[in-house]
């Protein structure tokens, strides 16, 4: 989302990207709790980051176990399903939450496929241990 900065010379209020640089004489102009003053007189102060989620790749879970795997997709389509939620109820959310969540899960899907993949698991076999671990856990009928 776009935050709102003092306004510039001009006294138009700027739209910012979050992070970016802003001169410094409009920083130190008005304080502003969205930016911060420049270390070691620079001469451009960086606004922090907003948003709380991380971008993933799919690298970053290669190392996870597969049941480390299944519990990070669930974590994330509660998320998802949290998300839903709090639209349906009116709230204010952060959209790109959506994008990033379901991407996470997509990227954790593939690296579980992969690992299936290089222990010689064709799909057919997979989602047949898929259902019978569903079924032995009681989340299917």
Not at 12 to 19: I, K, N, T
Request: include cysteine; charged fraction near 30%; aromatic fraction near 6%.
């Amino acid at each position: 989302m776009f935050q709102l900065a003092p306004p510039a010379a001009t006294g138009r209020p700027m739209f910012l990207r979050s992070p970016t640089r802003v001169p410094l004489a409009t920083a130190l102009r008005k304080p502003n709790p969205f930016l911060a003053p420049p270390a070691n007189g620079a001469r451009f102060a960086v606004v922090p980051n907003a948003t709380t989620t991380e971008v993933t790749y799919a690298s970053q879970f290669r190392d996870l176990s597969a049941e480390e795997i299944d519990q990070e997709v669930e974590k994330c389509k509660i998320a998802l399903y949290e998300l839903r939620v709090a639209r349906a109820s009116g709230k204010e959310i952060k959209t790109h939450e959506f994008r990033w969540n379901r991407k996470k899960v997509a990227q954790l899907l593939t690296v579980r496929r992969e690992k299936e993949i290089e222990q010689g698991i064709n799909s057919r076999k997979s989602r047949k241990m898929e259902i019978k671990r569903l079924l032995e856990a009681g989340e299917m009928v």
